[in-house]
């Protein structure tokens, strides 16, 4: 049975937390050798800053140049680099809120078609929270960040504690940001 990405009806806001960046900053890369985010040659590059919403939940906005190494079908965007990038975008904002955590489910709307040498600029919010699970979604437009609608996420994440990643990750990745083997042992025993 799949995991519903319908928000409750107790779920909570989710308000950012007291460290995270202000509204405006950029938030910064999470790891030098992440697919969404790092500058790395076949990644997605995504910029993404932390935006404002009315209601009070944690918003972030992303630019991504689409480029000719991510075409799909002829001149066309990869539809699943959008999935990646709503991933990437999703769990961006969900930091805002608490970390670490992982995405359970996500789930993109493809509407229109995404033109290679333009813009695709995305926006994720935290719609509420509920324990560990936190609802998100996305919408992706071209160009600007009012232009037309090319896609649509919601997901799922949840929350997790930090054993899930050294447990999980390669050793060699973890003791390239400063984890010891010794924490790495420890963590598998």
Not at 31 to 45: Q, T
Not at 93 to 104: E, G, I, Q, S, Y
Not at 126 to 142: E, F, I, N, W
Request: charged share 25%; glycine share 8%.
């Amino acid at each position: 049975m799949a995991v519903s990405l319908d928000l409750p009806a107790d779920a909570a806001l989710a308000e950012r937390h007291e460290k995270a960046p202000a509204v405006g900053e950029r938030l910064p890369v999470h790891s030098a050798v992440c697919f969404g985010c790092a500058d790395i040659p076949h990644g997605l590059r995504l910029a993404s800053w932390v935006a404002d919403d009315e209601a009070g939940a944690a918003v972030v906005t992303s630019r991504m140049e689409l480029r000719p190494d991510q075409q799909g079908a002829p001149g066309l965007l990869h539809g699943g680099l959008l999935t990646s990038a709503f991933d990437e975008v999703l769990g961006s904002v969900v930091a805002l809120v608490t970390r670490p955590c992982v995405t359970a489910r996500l789930e993109t709307d493809f509407r229109r078609p995404m033109p290679i040498g333009r813009t695709l600029w995305l926006r994720g919010r935290v719609d509420g929270r509920r324990g560990r699970k936190l609802y998100v979604s996305g919408t992706a437009h071209l160009d600007d960040e009012h232009g037309p609608v090319v896609g649509t996420a919601k997901a799922l994440f949840l929350k997790v504690e930090m054993e899930h990643f050294l447990k999980n990750s390669r050793p060699e990745d973890l003791e390239a940001l400063g984890v010891s083997p010794e924490q790495i042992r420890a963590a598998r025993s």
